[in-house]
């Protein structure tokens, strides 16, 4: 009956280590598309994104392939850490930069909750390594083995832990991404728009100096760039006015969602959210979100 009871628990861990080993692939692959979706061209944060991309790539393997607690314990924390990044992103900002809701993100929180849940039991159940104890195997042996072994042998209730901290979890998710914004560097509607010198080009900024653009698949009449692509290129609102000496023409369109969006010379106007101070122009010439994006550009 030990023997089945063992056998039983290793085949559970087995399912567990499988199922782990795709969450944490499922996220580097998520952080991978954010990174080359706009993440990359963030100061610091870029390259931290590209960490969690080989992280939980290697992890994954190191779970499926080695297994073990402390390959579960690794990969229960990365993932813990990465949900903990996010959340003081969203509420605090890092490194300069506060993150906006998105719906990929909060994808890739569910994720690493859900990675977290599954991963967390197996660095608390008895390493079992794919070898079940052999039929009459005292239970002496057992109380004699490893100092980790009997710390983990006391701790009760461990799934409830587990299950009680992912719980927790999820609410703090869903606390954040309720109250997470869009970027503030949008301005508002009646803001003036000015230009400034970007590598040698005069560029439209807005009225606190960020760099518009302007989306190539967008017509002069409406703008494809929603969703998650408006989250990481927020649009600038309608009436805008030009500064003094600006030539062109500004005016409006009604985005899908009603709200109203102003253009300039036939252009529906972006800012990016990887621009985190005036003067940067980090979107131009980029092949994201289904099309390229340019910097507006004013002459005369």
């Known amino acids: 009956m030990e023997y089945s009871q063992r056998l039983g628990a290793a085949r559970v861990q087995l399912g567990l280590r499988v199922v782990g080993a795709g969450l944490l692939a499922a996220t580097g692959a998520t952080h991978l ?12 944060i870029g390259w931290l994104f590209l960490l969690q991309v080989i992280a939980a790539f290697g992890l ?11 390959a579960a314990a690794l990969g229960a924390g990365f993932s813990v850490a990465t949900l903990g990044g996010y959340l003081l992103s969203i509420w605090f900002g890092l490194f300069g930069f506060k993150e906006v809701r998105t719906t990929a993100g909060i994808v890739a929180g569910l994720i690493e909750i859900a990675t977290f849940a599954v991963l967390a039991p197996i660095a608390l159940m ?3 390594s794919g070898q079940a104890a052999a039929p009459g195997r005292s239970g002496s042996h057992a109380a004699g083995g490893s100092l980790m072994a009997r710390v983990q042998a006391g701790i009760p ?10 719980v927790l979890a999820l609410v703090l998710l869903g606390i ?10 949008t301005g508002g509607s009646g803001q003036v728009l000015k230009t400034t010198s ?3 080009a005069t560029v439209l900024t807005n009225a606190k100096g960020f760099t518009l653009y302007w989306f190539a698949p967008d017509t002069s009449t409406k703008s494809v760039c929603n969703g998650s692509c408006a989250a990481y290129w927020p649009p600038v609102p309608g009436h805008v006015t030009l500064a003094s000496g600006v030539a062109g023409t500004v005016g409006t369109i009604t985005r899908s969602n009603g709200a109203s969006q102003a253009t300039y010379n036939g252009h529906p106007l972006y800012t990016y959210i990887s621009d985190t101070s005036p003067g940067q122009a980090n979107g131009n010439n980029l092949n994201l979100n289904g099309g390229l994006w340019h910097e507006i550009t004013v002459s005369g």
Do not use: C, F, M, W
């Open 33 to 44: 598309d954010l990174y080359l979706t706009g993440y990359k061209n963030i100061p610091t």
């Open 60 to 70: 994954a393997l190191l779970v499926l392939i080695r297994g073990g607690r402390l």
């Open 126 to 128: 008895p390493e079992t």
């Open 157 to 166: 209730h461990a799934g409830q832990i587990v299950a009680g901290l992912s």
């Open 176 to 185: 954040a991404v309720a109250g997470a914004g869009t970027p503030a560097t």
């Open 198 to 200: 970007i590598k040698g």
